[in-house]
């Protein structure tokens, strides 16, 4: 049980905070960019209560992560209302390119905080310190996924929004409505392709070779790689 409650805290928590800040860094961009609507309902907090989606920020990262699945998930979106914005067009995509971007961002934070962390390349932590460690490594891990999952170019992800802008604006509106079917969209990418064939698995043949390059890059800059 130690274990299990060990496990579950160093993925649950990186990834609320990684997840929460990616939401968050819509709303502020939107809100630099004309549009208050974040800011007037209260979603530009760092109180993670104002963000949690009860499935997506709290059961299916728990699930994963008792599992031993790749931990995942997401907060509640935050409002962003296109009209409000001095360009529409433009600025949906540097919208949506902030969460993304603050997740590297985080992604760069993990990394000093490791630089600075004690910790040595082969030696291994123990206690509260490997605590912390295990927190700061998986904060790197999921924020990098996050980053490179939501660049995806399709609907709903962040890449879809910036597909969406580069499109003709006939092509854009039914581009957009594609997003209705995002829960789906998720459940297909993370189970049903990779239960089909290996091939399928986006993930895992895609995203993951991209993160783990990345994330090798930040732990090499830390003294860590190897």
Known sequence: MGDLVYSVSVWVIPLVFAIVF??????WVANLLGDPTAAQLGRLSPNPIRHVDPFGTVVLPLVLAVSG??????????????????????DMMLVALAGPLSNLLMAVLATIA????????????VGF???????????????????V????????????????GLLPRPLAAKWAQMAR?????????????????????????????????????FLGSAGLAG
Do not use: C
């Not at 990616?22 to 709303?27: A, D, K, N, V, W």
């Not at 699945?69 to 433009?90: D, H, S």
């Not at 890449?159 to 969406?164: D, L, M, N, Q, T």
């Open 22 to 27: 990616h939401e968050i860094s819509h709303g």
């Open 69 to 90: 699945a790749p931990v995942f998930g997401w907060a509640k979106p935050v409002p962003v209302i296109a009209q409000r914005l001095r360009n529409p067009r433009i």
């Open 114 to 125: 490791l630089t600075f962390s004690g910790l040595e390349s082969g030696v291994e932590p």
């Open 129 to 147: 310190h490997a605590f912390v460690v295990d927190n700061l490594v998986n904060f790197l891990l999921i924020n990098i996924f996050l980053a």
């Open 149 to 164: 999952f939501n660049l995806l170019p399709i609907p709903p992800f962040d890449g879809g929004h910036v597909v969406e």
């Open 181 to 217: 079917y995002a829960f789906p969209v998720l459940i297909i990418l993370l189970v049903v392709l990779p239960m089909l064939s290996p091939q399928l698995n986006v993930v895992g043949r895609l995203v993951q070779p991209i993160v783990f390059a990345i994330a090798r890059f």
